[in-house]
């Protein structure tokens, strides 16, 4: 098969191909064009570890949720992009490879050379390398990491033009990183034993809930988990958050390799609630049917609503500083935002790009104020606490 252009087509770009033209969003154009043992780990394996092999959406085109007609700004209205680009990547292969495929393919004088690992290893990597780094572009699983790079020094400013592309909260003040795709911290429940009703509003309040004792689970090695807690350290004091941490465990808390093992757990009945990203709960829905007995809560203005997100930066070390924010500037194209939105359940954050699922909307949802997501880097206070308190 071949495109309009007499280019080979290779088999990702016909699957993803697919699935744009299944949103309606292939040639479109634009609607509103904007100039160790505890440490932090975070596979994104799309299943968690459960059901073996990679999630039957990954490269599918299908949404269980339905198809929709997008906004936002298509590949086809960006700049070209030629040259070679090396991308440290610390969001895994088997969820955003087939997008990067997909943008090399689209380009024939482009070549992408990803490096997938763990964003922390990616950091420390980053680090050794130092100016002999070869990397261009990184890309992170949550906004810890870029900020981390940030106050290193590690970064150069991205242009105006591709800052524009999402809300001041999602990228760095400086414009040292920006935002591509975000995950709010959630409470999933089932139905068969709670109502939305019964879930507090507050984070807090959880340890003194009896009707959570020995019902409810979290991932404390989880980086999520772990960026959560940064959170709850910044806003309520560290003091405050030993005191939760003790309740909770005393509560009866039960812990889980990961995120998506909970909110499986919940829809089987195991448990009633737990501690997760929301998207966790959209991929078992995903999978279950939407008639499965889970549904997802929100607290409100705390460290248990945190919106933290995946995005990307352009490193000091950039052979081609345009081509490197070109490419960030892909990652947030009507085609990539639905990309995030059906097949790893995350919220798009181009405005004009609504999530998929049982989900508010992003204006819908209450993170707390005054957080900024750089001050989630600050993880090594969080594992001691960790540590200290037996969760770890």
């Known amino acids: 098969m071949y495109d309009p252009n007499g280019t080979a087509e290779s088999p990702t770009r016909r699957r993803f191909l697919r699935a744009a033209a299944a949103a309606g969003i292939v040639g479109m154009a634009g609607c509103n064009t904007p100039g160790n043992g505890g440490t932090a780990t975070e596979t994104e394996t799309g299943n968690g570890g459960g059901d073996g092999g990679t999630p039957e959406q990954i490269g599918s085109g299908s949404s269980p949720f339905g198809d929709r007609e997008l906004g936002g700004t298509s590949m086809a209205e960006m700049p070209d992009l030629e040259g070679e680009l090396t991308l440290y990547s610390g969001r895994g292969e088997a969820l955003v490879g087939e997008l990067v495929g997909f943008i090399e393919d689209r380009y024939p004088d482009l070549t992408i050379r990803p490096l997938y690992n763990s964003a922390a290893e990616l950091v420390s990597q980053l680090e050794t390398e130092g100016d002999n780094s070869p990397a261009d572009v990184f890309y992170s699983v949550n906004a810890g990491a870029l900020g981390a790079l940030a106050d290193r020094g590690r970064t150069q400013p991205l242009p105006q033009e591709v800052l524009d592309f999402v809300p001041a909260n999602f990228r760095d003040p400086d414009g040292a990183w920006i935002g591509t795709s975000g995950r709010a911290r959630s409470v999933p429940y089932n139905t068969n034993t709670f109502s939305n009703s019964d879930i507090p509003d507050s984070i807090m309040a959880f340890p003194e809930m009896e009707a959570f004792e020995n019902d409810i689970g979290w991932a404390p090695t989880y980086s ?107 990652l947030l194209s009507a085609e990539a935002q639905d990309y995030f939105a059906r097949t790893t359940f995350e919220y798009p954050l181009v405005p004009e790009v609504e999530p998929i699922g049982r989900l508010p909307t992003i204006d819908e949802l209450n993170p707390p104020d005054d957080l900024d997501l750089s001050q989630l880097s600050d993880l090594e206070t969080t594992i001691e606490l960790l540590r200290d308190t037996g969760v770890l």
């Open 224 to 330: 999520s988990f772990q960026a959560f807690i940064t959170a709850m350290r910044i806003l309520e004091g560290e003091e405050a958050t030993r005191e939760w941490l003790n309740g909770m465990q005393e509560l009866g808390v039960s812990q889980y390799g990961d995120e998506f093992q909970i909110a499986r757990a919940v829809a089987d009945g195991e448990i009633a609630a737990g501690l997760t990203n929301h998207y966790y709960i959209q991929r078992v829905l995903a999978r279950r049917g939407t008639g499965a007995p889970l549904e997802t809560a929100f607290t409100q203005n705390d460290a248990g609503a945190v919106f933290n997100v995946a995005g990307a930066c352009v490193l000091d070390t950039a052979s081609d500083d345009t081509l490197a924010a070109n490419f960030v500037r892909h």
